[in-house]
């Protein structure tokens, strides 16, 4: 792995071992190398106890490896100008409840060193960009959890960060509160389309239609790390094929590029128009699960398993 100026996330040869006591050991994460490049938004994905939340503490700078380095914008973590880079959201942030949205920013903001117009102008622009204007000056305590989860992502976002992780954005949000976070991080990669968006996930929806590239972990070791295109691509790409005979219109499945020309080719032979063609793109899931990964149960909308 090379590091330059377009990797915003490099981890290397990375293990994480815990003690627990009696000359005993459970591994978090197992030579972990990934690379990750400027402006993506990538998803970490496993189920419960897979490492996600390990690696992100490590890349945080608030659990050291075991052995193998770190580096953020081209800095090794952990260190003061790392943490600079970087804008997080735990998942499940807790703040003073006594503090107004638009006070807890504030608040924040003053931490970060910033003041005057300058703070006040980043706050309107933050609390408009999470749709929390209208409850800027209402307590913390009668804000639901996906207010919340926005007001977080916003207090995240203060110091215009090169790299935002997010740790289970979406953890216990209905369904709406989901779709909400899902166009929130949508905007924000529009909004800031250098800065890298790493978050963990187990909801294979949500990495499906935010993500640019996936990791896919499984007890502490990297399985999968590529583009969410390359990984959806097909060997056996299926088409649908709508011909229209000299007495009907007949719809046709053909498996892969080969079978598809040579039925066109035998279409066309014979006199009959084809009237559509459409290709069928393959799940996340199926993609998963067809790449050696048939162990671990992942659901689309509820928590996984790792099948026995």
Do not use: W
Request: charged share 25%; hydrophobic share 35%; glycine share 10%.
């Amino acid at each position: 792995m090379s590091m330059d100026h377009k990797t915003d996330i490099l981890i290397q040869g990375v293990s994480k071992i815990f003690r627990t006591g009696f000359g005993k050991s459970k591994i978090g994460v197992q030579n972990l190398n990934l690379e990750v490049p400027k402006g993506q938004v990538v998803g970490l994905l496993g189920p419960n106890g897979s490492g996600k939340s390990t690696t992100i503490k490590m890349i945080l700078g608030f659990l050291r490896p075991t052995s193998g380095k770190i580096s953020v914008c081209g800095h090794q973590v952990p260190s003061q100008i790392t943490r600079s880079f970087i804008g997080y959201l735990p998942e499940n942030p807790r703040f003073p409840k006594f503090l107004s949205g638009r006070s807890l920013l504030t608040f924040y903001g003053r931490l970060l060193s910033l003041s005057g117009k300058e703070l006040e102008t980043r706050i309107d622009f933050l609390l408009d960009l999470v749709n929390l204007k209208g409850a800027s000056d209402e307590k913390v305590q009668g804000y639901s959890k996906g207010m919340t989860q926005r007001l977080a992502i916003a207090q995240a976002l203060i110091n215009k960060p090169r790299l935002l992780i997010f740790d289970e954005p979406m953890s216990g949000l209905d369904p709406l509160g989901r779709k909400d976070i899902r166009s929130l991080i949508g905007r924000i990669h529009s909004e800031l389309p250098e800065a890298s968006i790493f978050f963990s996930s187990h909801i294979l929806e949500d990495i499906e239609q935010l993500c640019s590239m996936v990791a896919l972990l499984k007890k502490g070791q990297l399985q999968t790390f590529c583009s969410i295109d390359e990984l959806l691509k097909s060997d056996n790409q299926k088409f649908e094929v709508s011909v229209r005979t000299s007495k009907e219109t007949e719809v046709k499945t053909l498996n892969g590029t080969d079978e598809l020309i040579e039925f066109l080719s035998q279409s066309k032979s014979k006199g009959f128009l084809v009237s559509s063609i459409n290709s069928q793109r393959r799940t996340l899931e199926e993609a998963l699960f067809r790449d050696g990964n048939a162990g671990m149960k992942l659901n689309r909308t509820g928590s996984p398993e790792v099948q026995p």
